[in-house]
């Protein structure tokens, strides 16, 4: 499978790589994608939502009123849900949402988002982006032209780049990740795929 390589102008440099068949042209499995993605909202929780209950509450154990010849539903405590300011019932406690994933799995999730972004035509390798200074401006305008406006746009590098980085972080719709931190969420959830070149060796490395 060859793809063309794209210059920093958004056009053909005449340049094409090989891509593995193994891991941007196998059947993607869906189900191993709903896991994967699942994982990982899973893990950006928090988990620290905390409500009291009636044994947590401050207030009186004394009985409110009589048993009985009031008329109304008996009470005998004023921590009770029924009432203002009393605990809450089968409230949140704090927990731990994670939960794990064979590696085998995660690399199926990964190689059918790649395979999935290559039939749909939405990813493209580019030439190796170089920045010497931090600017947003030059670098908005180079995703303009390499993927157009109005899209969400993740950039693959092959390593972390501290100008790129600080170039990215204020625009909308862009996320630029290693290779080594590749993960199935945010290339479904990109319109747009890029690779760099030097990128393509490191992700073939990581999930042949």
Do not use: W
């Amino acid at each position: 499978m060859e793809l063309s390589v794209v210059n920093k102008n958004g056009k053909d440099s005449k340049k094409k790589v090989k891509l593995s068949k193994d891991i941007y042209g196998i059947e993607p499995n869906d189900h191993a994608i709903y896991l994967d993605v699942k994982q990982y909202l899973a893990n950006q929780r928090q988990g620290t939502s905390k409500a009291k209950e009636r044994a947590e509450i401050t207030g009186s154990t004394k009985k409110i009123k009589k048993q009985k010849g009031t008329g109304t539903a008996r009470a005998g405590s004023i921590k009770s849900p029924l009432f203002r300011g009393g605990g809450t019932v089968f409230g949140p406690r704090p927990r731990d949402y994670s939960f794990k994933l064979n590696k085998k799995l995660k690399r199926l999730a990964r190689c059918s988002a790649l395979s999935y972004k290559v039939k749909d035509g939405v990813l493209k390798v580019v030439e190796d982006i170089e920045m010497k200074e931090p600017k947003t401006k030059e670098f908005n305008q180079l995703m303009n032209a390499l993927s157009g406006q109005d899209k969400k746009t993740v950039l693959v590098v092959a390593e972390a780049n501290k100008n790129i980085y600080l170039s990215s972080r204020n625009l909308e719709g862009v996320k630029v990740i290693t290779a080594s931190d590749i993960n199935t969420y945010d290339l479904m959830n990109a319109s747009s795929v890029l690779i760099s070149e030097g990128a393509l060796e490191k992700i073939e490395n990581n999930l042949s």
